[in-house]
């Protein structure tokens, strides 16, 4: 009999299986489905990457192998675009990695700085990666609460407290703009926690993939609030800005030292993102046009969403990325399930993702909110409104 690892076995009922089997449930049953569900965009990957895909394809038929660490005009690229956006200089020679999207990234990067029984700050609710990562890297996950009471902001006393509590605490993960509260984080919390980390020697690593997806002020880096990076660390992608998750390309960058590590991890573990596909990354960066577009079209999404949730007296948070947070008075897992049939008379269903689902600490027990991922089109997102509005469901 062949038995999984002992830490996949922790991983092998998957979270949104209950919804997902109760969306083709509604699929069979004839329901068209406006799935708010999964964070991918629906937008084509930008058009000036597709032709330097292309073109990349030819250029790079004998280039064998790609570099480890990405090519140098891209990582020249990338430092480029940080200066323009956040007005930090970040060497590309010995502070940027390409990787694979930043999913990747995440999950090996306690490979490199966990040892067996060190413990990870994750916060309560948000992207599974911190976890998993941590996990099969050997680390003891710890959470500090996203909450509404905090704003969805790290307390910053809790952090402190969990670090003396357990020790050999050796990453904070910070996530914002955030997944799934779309919350920014400002000054305070960046300087806080870096504070607090510097004292102590953790790596604070800060997820900034929906850096670009904003409607009001553009979000900072955690990079903005320290002159010494030796402890930070951030991960960014291209998956978000220019609708590229099918490209797989994210940024690492940060502390020399923390690089020059994870890229001899890197190296144990890949050969490299092809070359064609940083071409396209290299065309992606170089124009900004279609990442205002892209915001303009969320925005005009979130408007239609935002105004309906309003009507309904629903309190939502809806401040970057293309997540609305929607809170719920009653069981977000019972609410998801009745609305993926809602219209029974045209038979449309809405898809939305129940709180409950995107727990990452199995202690927390939030399932009042519901994330409606904004990649339906515009058409969509006003019919799925019309019901919404139309329909008795809270
Ligand atoms: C918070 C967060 N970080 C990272 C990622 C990974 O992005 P990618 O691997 O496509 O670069 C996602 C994807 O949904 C995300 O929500």
Redesign the pocket.
């Known amino acids: 009999m062949i038995n999984p690892s002992n830490n996949l076995k922790q991983f092998t009922t998957y979270a949104f299986y209950e919804i997902d089997r109760a969306k083709e449930e509604a699929i069979k049953r004839g329901f068209k489905i406006i799935d708010f569900g999964v ?1 991918d965009p629906t937008e084509p990957l930008f058009e000036g990457a597709i032709k330097a895909l292309q073109e990349g394809a030819v250029k790079h038929a004998r280039s064998g192998y790609p570099s480890y660490i990405g090519m140098k005009v891209l990582r020249e690229k990338y430092s480029e675009w940080l200066k323009r956006r956040f007005n930090i200089y970040v060497d590309y020679d010995e502070q940027i990695t390409i990787t694979a ?3 990747e990234a ?1 999950f090996h990067f306690p490979l490199a700085f966990l040892n067996t029984g060190d413990y990870a700050l994750i916060p309560s609710i948000g ?1 599974p990666p911190y976890k998993t990562g941590t996990v099969f890297a050997g680390g003891i996950p710890v959470f500090y609460k996203l909450s509404e009471k905090n704003d969805f902001l790290p307390n910053v006393d809790e952090i402190e407290e969990k670090i003396k509590e357990f020790k050999k605490v050796k990453l904070i993960y910070l ?1 914002y703009p955030n ?1 799934p509260t779309s919350k920014v984080a400002g000054k305070k919390v960046y300087e806080e926690i870096i504070e607090i980390a510097r004292d102590k020697d953790i790596i604070v690593a800060s ?1 900034e ?1 929906y850096s670009e997806i904003y409607f009001d002020e553009k979000p900072y880096s955690i990079l903005n609030f320290s002159d010494d990076w030796s402890n930070l660390i951030v ?1 960014n ?1 291209l ?1 978000k800005r220019s609708n590229a ?1 099918g490209l797989r390309v ?1 940024f690492v960058f940060g502390g020399k030292e923390i690089i020059k590590y994870f890229r001899m991890l890197k190296m144990q573990i890949d050969s490299g993102i092809p070359n064609a596909i940083q071409e396209a990354a290299i065309a992606a960066l170089d124009d900004e046009r279609h990442v205002e577009e892209n915001r303009k079209l969320y925005r005009t999404k979130r408007d239609i969403l935002i105004k309906t949730l309003r009507s309904l007296d629903i309190k939502y948070y809806a401040e970057s990325t293309f997540y609305v947070w929607a809170k719920l008075s009653n069981n977000s897992m019972e609410t998801a399930k009745k609305i993926l049939e809602l219209d029974k008379e045209r038979k449309i269903g809405i898809n939305v993702t129940p709180s409950k689902m995107l727990c990452l600490d199995p202690n927390e027990d939030i399932n009042t909110y519901a994330r409606f991922a904004l990649v339906p089109s515009v058409d969509d997102i006003k019919l799925a409104c019309e019901i919404l509005i139309n329909s008795k469901w809270i």
């Open positions: 964070g999207g930043a999913k995440i992207y996530n997944n997820d993939c991960f992608s998956s998750t994210g």
